[in-house]
Protein backbone atom coordinates (compact mmCIF):
# COMPACT_ATOMS: atom_id res chain seq x y z
CA UNK A 1 0.00 0.00 0.00
CA UNK A 2 1.70 3.05 -0.89
CA UNK A 3 1.65 6.24 1.21
CA UNK A 4 -1.34 8.32 -0.70
CA UNK A 5 -3.88 4.81 0.27
CA UNK A 6 -3.14 4.93 3.72
CA UNK A 7 -3.22 8.80 4.16
CA UNK A 8 -7.16 8.27 2.81
CA UNK A 9 -7.46 5.01 4.62
CA UNK A 10 -6.52 6.85 7.92
CA UNK A 11 -8.61 9.92 7.37
CA UNK A 12 -11.38 8.19 6.27
CA UNK A 13 -11.35 5.47 9.70
CA UNK A 14 -10.47 8.71 11.70
CA UNK A 15 -12.95 11.35 10.93
CA UNK A 16 -15.47 12.40 13.26
CA UNK A 17 -19.09 13.98 12.18
CA UNK A 18 -18.57 17.74 13.76
CA UNK A 19 -15.71 17.72 11.33
CA UNK A 20 -18.47 17.44 8.40
CA UNK A 21 -20.22 21.06 9.76
CA UNK A 22 -16.65 22.19 9.04
CA UNK A 23 -16.29 21.26 5.78
CA UNK A 24 -19.92 22.02 5.00
CA UNK A 25 -18.74 25.86 6.47
CA UNK A 26 -15.87 25.86 4.53
CA UNK A 27 -17.51 24.92 1.72
CA UNK A 28 -20.05 27.73 1.48
CA UNK A 29 -17.48 30.19 2.37
CA UNK A 30 -15.17 29.28 -0.39
CA UNK A 31 -18.53 29.50 -3.05
CA UNK A 32 -19.52 32.99 -1.78
CA UNK A 33 -15.88 34.28 -2.09
CA UNK A 34 -15.98 33.21 -5.85
CA UNK A 35 -19.31 34.88 -6.64
CA UNK A 36 -17.43 37.92 -4.86
CA UNK A 37 -14.44 37.67 -7.36
CA UNK A 38 -16.73 36.53 -10.13
CA UNK A 39 -19.04 39.69 -9.12
CA UNK A 40 -16.20 42.19 -9.66
CA UNK A 41 -13.50 41.02 -11.83
CA UNK A 42 -11.74 43.95 -11.90
CA UNK A 43 -11.09 44.59 -8.36
CA UNK A 44 -9.80 40.73 -8.18
CA UNK A 45 -7.37 41.60 -11.34
CA UNK A 46 -5.87 44.87 -9.69
CA UNK A 47 -5.04 42.74 -6.66
CA UNK A 48 -3.64 40.37 -9.24
CA UNK A 49 -1.60 43.04 -10.95
CA UNK A 50 -0.43 44.42 -8.22
CA UNK A 51 0.75 41.20 -6.65
CA UNK A 52 3.94 40.87 -9.48
CA UNK A 53 1.61 38.53 -11.83
CA UNK A 54 0.53 41.63 -14.33
CA UNK A 55 0.81 39.05 -17.63
CA UNK A 56 -1.11 36.09 -16.17
CA UNK A 57 -3.99 38.83 -14.18
CA UNK A 58 -6.44 37.99 -16.49
CA UNK A 59 -5.96 33.23 -16.27
CA UNK A 60 -5.64 34.02 -12.91
CA UNK A 61 -8.59 36.13 -11.91
CA UNK A 62 -10.75 33.45 -13.86
CA UNK A 63 -9.44 30.31 -12.17
CA UNK A 64 -9.53 31.53 -8.59
CA UNK A 65 -13.76 32.78 -9.35
CA UNK A 66 -14.51 28.97 -11.17
CA UNK A 67 -12.71 27.14 -8.77
CA UNK A 68 -14.34 28.49 -5.90
CA UNK A 69 -18.03 28.53 -7.09
CA UNK A 70 -17.37 25.27 -8.38
CA UNK A 71 -15.13 23.47 -5.92
CA UNK A 72 -16.93 25.32 -3.10
CA UNK A 73 -19.76 23.18 -3.61
CA UNK A 74 -17.98 20.80 -4.01
CA UNK A 75 -16.49 20.70 -0.74
CA UNK A 76 -19.39 21.51 1.13
CA UNK A 77 -21.26 18.30 -0.44
CA UNK A 78 -18.58 15.90 0.04
CA UNK A 79 -18.18 15.30 -3.40
CA UNK A 80 -14.60 14.70 -4.52
CA UNK A 81 -13.45 16.62 -1.45
CA UNK A 82 -10.03 15.96 -1.84
CA UNK A 83 -9.98 16.80 -5.52
CA UNK A 84 -11.91 19.98 -4.78
CA UNK A 85 -9.10 20.80 -2.03
CA UNK A 86 -6.38 20.10 -4.37
CA UNK A 87 -7.37 23.01 -6.63
CA UNK A 88 -8.60 25.21 -3.71
CA UNK A 89 -4.67 25.47 -2.32
CA UNK A 90 -2.94 26.79 -5.07
CA UNK A 91 -5.46 29.65 -4.85
CA UNK A 92 -4.70 30.33 -1.24
CA UNK A 93 -1.18 29.54 -1.18
CA UNK A 94 -1.01 32.79 -3.83
CA UNK A 95 -3.73 34.46 -1.71
CA UNK A 96 -1.14 34.21 1.45
CA UNK A 97 2.22 34.26 0.09
CA UNK A 98 1.53 37.26 -2.63
CA UNK A 99 -1.12 39.00 -1.68
CA UNK A 100 -1.84 39.30 2.09
CA UNK A 101 1.36 38.80 3.74
CA UNK A 102 2.59 41.91 2.86
CA UNK A 103 0.08 44.05 4.95
CA UNK A 104 0.86 41.66 7.95
CA UNK A 105 -1.56 39.87 9.92
CA UNK A 106 -2.44 42.92 12.64
CA UNK A 107 -3.39 45.65 10.18
CA UNK A 108 -6.92 46.59 10.41
CA UNK A 109 -8.72 45.16 7.39
CA UNK A 110 -6.58 42.48 7.03
CA UNK A 111 -7.32 38.72 5.82
CA UNK A 112 -4.65 36.85 6.55
CA UNK A 113 -5.43 34.99 8.95
CA UNK A 114 -8.65 34.34 7.06
CA UNK A 115 -6.25 33.12 3.96
CA UNK A 116 -4.14 31.05 6.82
CA UNK A 117 -7.02 29.31 8.35
CA UNK A 118 -8.76 28.51 4.66
CA UNK A 119 -5.63 27.52 3.37
CA UNK A 120 -4.73 24.98 6.61
CA UNK A 121 -8.48 23.39 6.58
CA UNK A 122 -7.86 22.81 2.54
CA UNK A 123 -4.89 20.65 3.41
CA UNK A 124 -6.58 19.63 6.53
CA UNK A 125 -9.60 18.18 4.17
CA UNK A 126 -7.09 16.70 1.38
CA UNK A 127 -5.51 14.32 3.77
CA UNK A 128 -8.63 13.58 5.64
CA UNK A 129 -10.83 13.47 3.20
CA UNK A 130 -14.68 14.16 3.48
CA UNK A 131 -15.90 12.15 6.46
CA UNK A 132 -19.40 10.35 6.83
CA UNK A 133 -21.73 12.43 6.40
CA UNK A 134 -20.57 12.71 2.64
CA UNK A 135 -21.94 12.11 -0.78
CA UNK A 136 -18.67 10.37 -1.42
CA UNK A 137 -19.56 7.94 1.44
CA UNK A 138 -23.19 7.76 0.51
CA UNK A 139 -21.50 6.91 -3.21
CA UNK A 140 -19.42 4.08 -1.26
CA UNK A 141 -22.66 2.69 0.37
CA UNK A 142 -24.69 2.83 -2.38
CA UNK A 143 -22.48 1.33 -5.35
CA UNK A 144 -25.45 0.56 -8.24
Do not use: C
Not at 8 to 35: A, M, N, S
Not at 36 to 51: K, M, P, T, W
Not at 64 to 83: D, E, K, N, Q, Y
Not at 124 to 143: A, M, N, Q, T, V
Amino acid sequence: MNIIQRIEQYGDTHHPKWLDIVRITLGLVLTVKGIQFLGDRFALQQIIENSGFPWMSLFIVHYVGMAHVAGGPMIALGLATRIAALFQIPILVGAVVFVHSWRGLFVSGSELLFAVIVLLLLVFFLIYGSGPLSLDEWFKRHKQ
